[in-house]
């Protein structure tokens, strides 16, 4: 019965959803510089970096510890620059009425200006 009705199993759905999965985690890989994209295949490679990382850590050495020792030794940076989009969680109402009201107030020096 099972060859003449040709729907998905459950073993299908989910090898679907696990390669959803590592095409997202290769894409975050890839933004944080750890991977290197070869062409326009799909083909990649893994940073130098990466796997001194993670060769110091699988010897048991401390995980900071060998972070550090990385941008020490120029092989990671560190980005010191603040995210340019704002926090997508809302603050406290208090706060959010202070700023409204600073910015009315700013508004209506601009229009008596004018």
């Known amino acids: ?8 199993t459950g073993s299908d759905l989910d090898k ?9 985690s290769l894409r975050r890989l890839r933004r944080l510089g ?10 990649f490679r893994i940073s130098e970096a990466v796997f ?9 050495d401390d995980m900071r510890e060998a972070q ?10 560190v980005h010191t620059q603040a995210p340019s989009q704002g926090s997508l969680i809302p603050t406290d109402e208090g706060s959010d009425s ?3 009201n600073d910015n009315d107030t ?4 601009q229009e ?3």
């Open 1 to 8: 019965m099972r060859l003449v009705t040709n729907r998905a």
């Open 16 to 24: 679907e959803k696990l390669f959803e999965k590592v095409r997202t």
């Open 34 to 43: 750890m991977t290197i994209s070869i062409g326009d295949t799909d083909k």
């Open 52 to 60: 001194r990382f993670g060769a110091d850590v699988r010897v048991g």
């Open 68 to 77: 550090l020792r990385l941008i020490r030794d120029g092989e990671a940076v």
């Open 98 to 100: 202070v700023e409204s």
């Open 106 to 109: 700013e508004n209506n020096q």
């Open 112 to 114: 008596a200006d004018v």
